[in-house]
């Protein structure tokens, strides 16, 4: 076990609706509900509209809170994603100017701002964002931000600098968006399946069938990786947190959860889910997400 972790014999969960500190906040259900986990075991979770990123501990406890600050901007923005730099003590959020949710074909102006993890802005660089389903993660081998927004993943260097573009096939827009060790990219398509593609972008891997059975896909949204590189995968509809071996094949259900859709392993092997109907963010012990 890694130096410093605790062993949990149960599910921690904490959040609900609200605006005070350890609350969220959210009108309708497309996104803004995102998590990160820090090396040292910090949860940071995207409170969208209450416009602000939320800080807790790996036991559930509220740390601190800060407004999600536009450097350069007069109004602070609607954090949809969150992501952990590769440089320790800082991250990355993705957020939005303003939230109008139900109205299609509109461009948004974006914001993607890097933060030190007390909320201190450093520095941003402005995109242009679809209605809704707007994703962040960060390639820790290649240095680069990755956003996935509605059919498109698109890898900028730090400074804002597009490095790379790529139209993907989704139905509903990308749900969620992870990097391996490798540089590859894994996604999510909103509908069933996970797609993963190369630095090069070429689809390397689907797998995923609609219906809710075991190993099938509903609306799936978040996606991250364990320390053996199983695919776990926030199985939307289906209200489940489903882990799959790196080749797609389906292990097991890993919790039942409402409408689950961010998720984050932390570095001691817990599992950090957050429930988009519920707003409540639930910390799953290593003994119970294993394979």
Same mark, same amino acid.
């Given at each position: 076990m890694t130096k410093g972790c605790?062993?949990?014999?149960?599910?921690?969960?904490f959040g609900g609706r609200g605006q005070e500190p350890g609350k969220f906040k959210r009108y309708g259900f497309n996104g803004g509900f995102g998590v990160a986990v820090s090396a040292d075991n910090e949860v940071f979770v995207t409170d969208r509209d209450n416009k602000r990123v939320q800080?807790?501990?790996m036991n559930g406890t509220y740390l601190r809170l800060f407004p999600t600050v536009v450097p350069g901007e007069s109004m602070a923005m609607f954090p949809y994603s969150v992501a952990l730099d590769v440089e320790p003590g800082y991250l990355w959020v993705l957020g939005k100017g303003h939230y109008e949710p139900w109205k299609h074909h509109i461009e948004y102006k %974006?914001?993607? *701002?890097?933060?030190?993890?007390?909320?201190q802005p450093i520095k941003k660089f402005d995109v242009s964002l679809s209605p809704y389903y707007h994703v962040i993660a960060m390639d820790v081998r290649n240095n680069k931000v990755i956003m996935g927004n509605s059919g498109t993943i698109t890898m900028f260097d730090p400074n804002g600098s597009r490095f790379l573009?790529?139209?993907v096939r989704t139905d509903y827009g990308i749900g969620g968006v992870i990097s391996d060790k490798e540089g590859n990219i894994l996604l999510t398509d909103g509908y069933k399946?996970?797609?993963?593609?190369?630095?090069? %972008?070429?689809? *390397?891997l689907e797998f995923g069938t609609y219906g809710k059975a075991k190993g099938q896909l509903d609306y799936p949204k978040g996606i991250c990786l364990d320390s053996s590189g199983h695919i776990i995968v926030a199985n939307t509809y289906n209200h489940r947190v489903d882990m799959f071996t790196r080749q797609g094949e389906f292990v097991r259900t890993i919790v039942d959860i409402k409408s689950p859709w961010g998720i984050a392993m932390g570095p001691c092997g817990e599992l950090v889910v957050t429930s988009s109907e519920t707003e409540i963010v639930t910390i799953i012990p290593r003994h119970m997400v294993g394979p």
């Open positions: 605790d062993v949990k014999p149960e599910n921690i969960t800080v807790f501990s %974006g914001h993607v *701002v890097q933060y030190s993890k007390n909320g573009s790529s139209e399946t996970v797609q993963k593609y190369n630095q090069s %972008g070429i689809k *390397v």
